[in-house]
């Protein structure tokens, strides 16, 4: 299996999504137009933080709506009707032995646990392709996904299920959405979109993408199991993790496109 950067001959003389015609192509070149067209490598930053304080205003503003969704819901007895006959089946399976390993695991993307082993992942990437794009997109991702947790559980203020129903240690925090279930998802999306470049082989690519995604499901699912969250807490921590991936994955591609059209990014960089 092959796991080395490719060669510039093995380039079709562009990195993926660079190519001329593609919509990443035609997106940034319209973008570009909007800033002035200056041949500086500083226009292609100002795309950049537009899009940034944009995009990020758009998935506020979801965060938002799933907010008042979840009022609505919950007041017209709808969808929010499933997440107590969820936990009182969970309730009803519990054993002694599953209780302390999903709690572990759960632990493991808690706020002390998950930024360590974030934190090594991004610098083993970084020093292992002599890139620093891994320390910066992770970075990038994991400050947005906690800003959203903040201000989502700030808008919500919904309550966790009962003490009585959680295996400790007990969390006060508002329920809605799942930090855990958000920052889970965020982290294992940047790091599959990461690890997609660098193996080529569609088995390794493969293995990559359901393991992470294992990894975001189970975490998201052991804070249901651990009563700290309800279902619905978990499916909204679920999309708007996968919309602030789509978010931080479309800025990078935008900007290395608008790079590359001033003539900055080498044709044969796999990554910035």
Known sequence: MESTPPRSSDLPGQPFGLQEGTRWA???????????????WSEANLVLAV?????????????????????????ADGIALVDQPVLDWI??????TADS?????????????????????????????????PIVLTVLAAAGSLLLTVVGKTMTGRTRP???????????????????????TVIAGIVCYLLLHWFRT??????????????AITMGLSRV?????????????????????AVVITLHRLWLTARAKHGELRWNAMLA
């Open 101 to 133: 390993v999903i709690a572990f695991y759960s632990n493991t993307g808690g706020p002390l646990m998950q930024p360590i082993l974030t934190a090594i992942v991004a610098f083993f990437l970084a020093w292992r392709w002599r890139s620093k794009t």
């Open 162 to 184: 009962p003490l009585v129903d959680a295996i400790p240690p007990f969390e006060s925090s508002p329920s809605f959405p799942s930090g855990h279930t958000l920052n889970a």
């Open 91 to 96: 309730l009803s399976i519990r054993t002694p």
């Open 26 to 40: 035609l997106v940034a070149q319209g973008l570009i137009g909007l800033v002035g067209r200056t041949r500086k």
């Open 51 to 75: 899009m940034l304080v944009v995009s990020f205003g758009l998935v506020v503003g979801g965060t938002w709506v799933a907010g008042e969704v979840y009022e609505a819901t919950a007041e």
């Open 202 to 215: 569609r088995g390794l690519r493969t293995f990559w993408i359901v393991l992470l995604s294992v990894y």
């Open 225 to 245: 199991y651990l009563g700290h969250h309800w279902l619905t807490d978990v499916i909204v921590g679920w999309v708007l993790g996968l919309v602030w991936v």
